[in-house]
T-cell receptor
């Protein structure tokens, strides 16, 4: 089991640029979560998908953020345009209905200059 | 709405000493409760979880936690800390059956001194 895979691990970009973060959940898992972790706000749920369908996106901060899950093995989180306040570590997690726990990826550390 | 409080931002213990990390939750019924550990540069790893039954829960790496309904607490303990336990620890709560809606505490950073 390869675990949840996220790419890139580190991203440095300039304000105004588009940023795309990628996640491959654990095979067989049908729920996927995107979190953002900052010193000020801790770990926040941005959005979660079940069976590739967005179920709750109430944590998405604003229209600059969008997430997609085109199939069961891939999801993206896009920020366009990026701003310095978006600098954070973004985690992806996945699970299945019979597991009752979330499995986290290693995260993507995003720095927006 | 559910919430979880970790009152200690930072704790320092000596290697070999016992450890207790505090966690208090707010939820109307019996929640699902979790403890996760995050090592530097890593994602979160589940240490243990409580859903129902025995209120003393055993986890990985020698950790245990006790659910106390009367105190709305779920404190994490370890009898003897190892240097490799230095990390950040997160308590989390979710509604029963609603593991998707997990709310995390702000974390407690553990430092272990030789």
């Amino acid at each position: 089991d390869a675990g949840v895979i996220q790419s890139p691990r580190h991203e440095v970009t300039e304000m105004g640029q588009e940023v795309t973060l990628r996640c491959k959940p654990i095979s067989g898992h049908n729920s996927l979560f995107w979190y953002r972790q900052t010193m000020m706000r801790g770990l926040e749920l941005l959005i979660y998908f079940n069976n590739n369908v967005p179920i709750d996106d109430s944590g998405m901060p604003e229209d600059r953020f969008s997430a997609k899950m085109p199939n069961a093995s891939f999801s993206t989180l896009k920020i366009q345009p990026s701003e310095p306040r978006d600098s954070a570590v973004y985690f992806c997690a996945s699970t299945s209905d019979d597991r009752n726990e979330q499995f986290f990826g290693p995260g993507t550390r995003l720095t927006v200059l | 709405a559910q919430s979880v409080t970790q009152p200690d931002i930072h704790i320092t213990v000596s290697e070999g000493a016992s450890l207790e990390l505090r966690c208090n939750y707010s939820y109307g019924a019996t929640p699902y409760l979790f403890w996760y550990v995050q090592s530097p540069g890593q994602g979160l790893q589940l240490l243990l979880k409580y859903f129902s039954g025995d209120t003393l829960v055993q986890g990985i790496k020698g950790f245990e936690a006790e659910f106390k309904r009367s105190q709305s607490s779920f404190n994490l303990r370890k009898p003897s800390v190892h240097w490799s336990d230095a990390a950040e620890y997160f308590c989390a709560v979710a509604p029963s059956g609603g593991y998707q809606k997990v709310t995390f505490g702000t974390g407690t950073k553990l430092q272990v001194i030789p």
